[in-house]
């Protein structure tokens, strides 16, 4: 449940920075948006490993 918590940071830090790129053209903000998506694809390879290795010691 650590890495779900620490997605869902990810993607609320990430807001601020969305919103810099999309609304106000910040080339920054759009490189710090790439690099937090790049940390979300792998925490969720992470979680997603977990949950298929806990599902199937289940059985």
Not at 6 to 15: C, N, P, R, V
Not at 40 to 46: N, V
């Amino acid at each position: 449940m650590e890495k779900f918590n620490q997605i869902k940071s990810l993607i609320s830090s990430a807001e601020a920075d969305a919103k810099k790129f999309y609304e106000q053209g910040n080339a920054a903000a759009g490189t710090r948006i790439r690099k937090a998506l790049q940390e979300i694809k792998s925490l969720s390879q992470e979680v997603r490993n977990e949950v298929t290795a806990i599902k199937n010691k289940a059985k």
